[in-house]
């Protein structure tokens, strides 16, 4: 338990850790003191993506979120918070749950309890991170959504934003000071980071950020049935796509094989398996397939339950594979998931001209 007192006026927060999640229980103001907090903020904002940029020094090439960017990406909204970690938009834009957080539950003065989720707004071309989502949920399931800009973005996108939250927080009793907790946080787990030359000790042991891909010796269904190692897909290689609603297939051009750079990535690993009986009068026979898929924690796949990272995906979890033995896609559930380094190898991606998805060993994955 943490108890902070905040101000001259007596203002105080009262703060509980419990289970993974963040309670925090704030007294009412009479007065909430808005400019006192937009500085606060600013500070705070320009603190985290300064120390995340300075973090991620030999990979990220900021760039600024431009006016019509911001405004265009507040229609952006998630469907469902505890599901939907990745959704992209417009094929150009992505939301990412920021470092795989937990949502933050604050409970005020009033015994109301708010919701906040943060999610990364990314630019798909460049994978370049632009900002920072913020979704606020009210006690009675009302949603506001605001978007911290990336630090190098102008004053115009700024001021857009400390007016949006301003017109918040007068409908939402003490939202910026809400919000200036979150980001204070995340501020320090940010710092953390850089004191630890950019790692988080947890992980230590690989890589984690923006590179959704595959090792290159996953094996890509052709069009033509045959199987290809990533690695040596081509441009204007006709690949298999599956529609998700319908479970058939059809044939896509790829676009470009994506390369990262050899690091040493962290591995998802998921081993799949799909067991069907038939009881005879003698004896029980069973047919048995499995399959195994590896990927960055981070790279997207569709689930009988929605949408999840692979990183997320949790074993008794259905996901549609390809049975080669009938030709036919089925379902088939996640018997094991392991996260290791996968020692330092590039890392690949394929840009289709179409579909949603692609296959890989025999496992749908969602396209980037």
Not at 74 to 91: E, G, I, P, Q, R
Not at 160 to 182: A, H, P
Not at 214 to 236: H, L, R
């Amino acid at each position: 338990m943490i108890n902070l007192n905040t101000s001259s006026r007596g203002s105080r927060l009262r703060l509980l850790a419990l289970s993974g999640k963040i309670i925090c229980y704030i007294s009412d103001d009479k007065k909430t003191q808005l400019n006192t907090m937009r500085n606060l903020l600013l500070t705070i904002s320009l603190f985290i993506i300064t120390l995340t940029t300075k973090a991620q020094q030999a990979t990220v090439n900021p760039r600024p979120l431009t006016l019509d960017e911001y405004n265009k990406a507040l229609t952006y909204t998630v469907a469902d918070l505890d599901k939907d970690t990745y959704v992209k938009f417009d094929n150009a834009y992505i939301l990412d749950r920021y470092e795989n957080r937990k949502p933050y539950f604050i409970t005020g003065g009033d015994g109301l309890k708010k919701r906040i989720d943060l999610y990364k707004l990314i630019a798909k071309e460049g994978m370049q991170e632009i900002g920072l989502m913020v979704f606020y949920t009210s006690e009675t399931g009302k949603k506001y959504q605001a978007l911290v800009p990336d630090f190098t973005a102008d004053a115009k996108v700024w001021a857009k934003y400390f007016q949006d939250i301003d017109d918040i927080n007068k409908i939402e009793k003490n939202y910026i000071l809400k919000l200036s907790y979150v980001l204070s946080k995340e501020m320090s787990f940010q710092q953390y980071k850089v004191l630890n030359n950019g790692k988080d000790l947890k992980e230590e042991a690989a890589t984690y950020g923006n590179d959704i891909c595959f090792p290159g010796d996953e094996e890509v269904t052709m069009s033509n049935g045959a199987k290809k190692m990533i690695k040596d897909v081509k441009s204007g290689d006709e690949v298999i796509t599956v529609d998700p609603a319908t479970n058939k297939s059809s044939v896509i051009k790829v676009k470009e094989l994506t390369v990262h750079a050899a690091k040493n990535y962290a591995i998802t690993e998921l081993v799949l398996i799909s067991a069907k009986e038939k009881n005879t009068a003698t004896a029980i026979n069973i047919n048995l397939n499995t399959k195994v898929l590896k990927a960055t924690p981070n790279h997207p796949m569709l689930t009988k339950q929605g949408s999840f990272k692979i990183g997320e995906v949790t074993i008794g979890q259905r996901v549609l594979c390809l049975n080669e033995q009938n030709g036919k896609y089925e379902t088939y559930t996640v018997l094991r998931k392991t996260e290791h380094a996968g020692g330092v190898q590039n890392v690949y991606n394929i840009e289709a001209a179409g579909g949603s998805t692609l296959v890989l060993n025999g496992v749908m994955v969602m396209q980037k």
